[in-house]
């Protein structure tokens, strides 16, 4: 009986905490000392929680520029944090902005999400590639040199000149 109660409680609590979900939405790739903007998408169930807070772990080597709605950059750390409660605590999309580092590298993103009911993982994108991007060539158009006129005229003359001489035999 008592195994069934805390079953019970254990089912209640981890459907509550599986109701708050933070999913990360980041490009696949970046170049160096380029700007570029993270997402992170708060969504919830039937079961909101009075208050979430969230944190998210910079890379090192990239540099913090701005986030809406505002969040706190611990430097320190390297964590960005955003805290809502009471009528704050609403699904939303969070952006922020960093700067990638001066060099090729891949990093992970990490990042946690944490109400009464318990701390989870962000979920989503969590790699990122820092590298050049290599440059597209457009194919050029061959233009026929007036040496590639020679040698079909040439190649004709003697592809009609073979054609008689069969022609006669």
Do not use: C
Not at 38 to 55: A, D, S
Not at 126 to 149: D, H, Q, R, W
Request: hydrophobic share 45%.
């Amino acid at each position: 009986m008592l195994g069934l109660i805390f079953l019970s409680i254990f089912l209640i609590v981890g459907n509550a905490h599986a109701q708050t979900v933070v999913e990360r939405d980041l490009p696949k790739t970046v170049e160096p000392n380029e700007e570029f903007k993270i997402l992170l998408k708060l969504r919830f169930g039937q079961e909101k929680p009075n208050g979430v807070i969230i944190i998210e772990k910079v890379p090192e080597g990239f540099r913090y520029n701005s986030s809406t709605p505002k969040g706190i950059f611990l430097e320190s750390f390297g964590e960005l944090r955003w805290a809502f409660y009471g009528d704050e605590v609403f699904n939303r999309t969070i952006e922020y902005s960093l700067i990638a580092p001066n060099k090729t590298q891949k990093v992970t993103f990490e990042g946690i999400v944490k109400t009464v009911h318990g701390t989870d993982l962000i979920k989503g994108d969590s790699e990122l590639l820092v590298k050049i991007k290599e440059a597209t060539a457009t194919p050029s158009k061959v233009e026929k040199s007036p040496e590639f006129n020679v040698f079909l005229f040439i190649l004709a003359v003697i592809l009609t000149l073979l054609i008689k001489k069969l022609n006669k035999a």
